[in-house]
């Protein structure tokens, strides 16, 4: 649907990038009481920026029609706005760019597992499908902006094309494509998260041996040792919890630990790399210029570290100077 992303792109950079036309917006906006004072930009760089443009685009888009009617120095007509078709283009891509929005901030955050990431991505596909078979059946409860577009024109949802449907099956094509290597990964992260279930060892051993580089022998030993040790049992907390995989000795159970260990230290995703890069940009910044390595270091460890001190022990730790 690049045809609407680009014309409501053009249309907000020629409101918002030039500052005399900002300015005359901005106080229609605030004469009209909007929920809103400005428009959003989008940039291909920041996260989740598509989905939030084109929402606060939508929610403006009555006051952006009024100014451009009224405005002088836009000498370009954009008749996509009063274009149904165009108009209900947009609120449908507004509703699927939300709903990866949602997505893509639950699988941001510090102390996120693989696993937990296996299960937001597999419970989205799964909406996916929801999604289809509700808009093959004309149902719209799940695309609140296009319902509402479409009772404004008067239409009924019957007149939708297979379009929005095909769009839906192609996200989610290209979902299964994308995370294809989750096939060979959510056995293992399944049987990590509690491995007293029913575990088939002729399964499951081959696929952790080939996914971490282990002896399959050694790992179908230790899985049927784990599954009938009594104590661990009455131990074990469902989860990739260290707490649990640090109660195995390392000399009964080395392969296992290992793959706990290699699980629990994948990196799903880039988030903790990209936000390592904005706290450096904070703490690096013109102001710090005499800033050394090693306190860059110690500045970013503390920035990134999710330890926080006791300070009510620390200062109760601390002898006062009474002579003063």
Not at 38 to 43: G, K, P, Q, R, V
Not at 64 to 85: C, P, R
Not at 145 to 153: G, I, S, T
């Amino acid at each position: 649907m690049k045809d609407v992303m680009d014309v409501a792109m053009k249309i907000a950079c020629s409101v918002r990038a030039r500052s005399l036309q900002r300015r005359l917006f901005r106080a229609q906006l605030e004469e009209a009481g909007a929920d809103h004072t400005d428009l959003l930009l989008h940039t291909d760089v920041r996260w989740l920026s598509r989905g939030r443009f084109l929402e606060r685009f939508l929610e403006l888009l009555p006051e952006i029609k009024e100014f451009l009617k009224h405005s002088t120095t836009h000498a370009v007509a954009y008749s996509q706005l009063d274009d149904g078709q165009w108009l209900t283009d947009l609120a449908f891509l507004t509703d699927v760019t939300n709903k990866i929005n949602d997505l893509n901030l639950e699988l941001q955050g510090k102390g996120k597992h693989i696993a937990n990431m296996i299960s937001s991505v597999n419970a989205f596909k799964t909406k996916l499908r929801l999604l289809l078979s509700r808009l093959q059946r004309c149902d719209l409860r799940s695309f609140p902006h296009m319902e509402a577009e479409l009772r404004r024109q008067g239409k009924e949802s019957v007149e939708l094309s297979d379009a929005y449907a095909q769009q839906i099956q192609s996200i989610l094509s290209e979902f299964e494509r994308r995370f294809a290597d989750f096939a060979s990964i959510e056995p293992v992260a399944q049987f990590l998260c509690f491995p007293f279930a029913n575990v088939d060892v002729d399964c499951i051993a081959p696929q952790i041996a080939t996914l971490f580089s282990l002896d399959g022998s050694a790992v179908e030993n230790e899985i049927l040792t784990l599954t009938n040790d009594i104590e661990l049992k009455a131990r074990a907390t469902p989860g990739i919890s260290g707490e649990f995989w640090n109660l195995l000795l390392e000399e009964k159970y080395p392969s296992l630990r290992q793959c706990a260990l290699n699980m629990s230290s994948l990196f799903g995703s880039t988030y903790l790399c990209e936000s390592a890069f904005s706290h450096m940009k904070i703490i690096k910044s013109k102001y710090r210029t005499t800033l050394t390595d090693d306190h860059l270091a110690a500045c970013l460890r503390l920035a990134l570290s999710s330890y926080r001190p006791d300070y009510e022990k620390l200062a109760d730790s601390s002898q006062c100077q009474k002579s003063h």
